[in-house]
């Protein structure tokens, strides 16, 4: 009983991580746009993956956001 309720606890901290780094994720993404070199379709596939981000936030999927801005990371080529 204990480590299920040890378990139960570790992976809420987990989601309320993941939820607490993608606001950070987004913030970095918007930073790195207006100065990143793409061609405009990498720009609108940088907006679409930040929004997708964003609305998978606030719908309580955080590893899809996650997903989603590390792969808008990616484009921008920022870490």
Do not use: W, Y
């Amino acid at each position: 009983m204990k480590r299920t309720a040890l378990f139960a606890t570790l992976a809420l901290a987990s989601s309320f991580a993941f939820a607490s780094s993608c606001p950070k994720e987004m913030k970095a993404v918007d930073a790195a746009l207006p100065n990143a070199k793409l061609s405009a379709s990498q720009a609108a596939e940088v907006k679409k993956l930040r929004a997708d981000g964003e609305q998978l936030h606030k719908a309580g999927k955080h590893s899809e956001s996650m997903a989603a801005l590390g792969k808008a990371k990616g484009v921008l080529g920022i870490k």
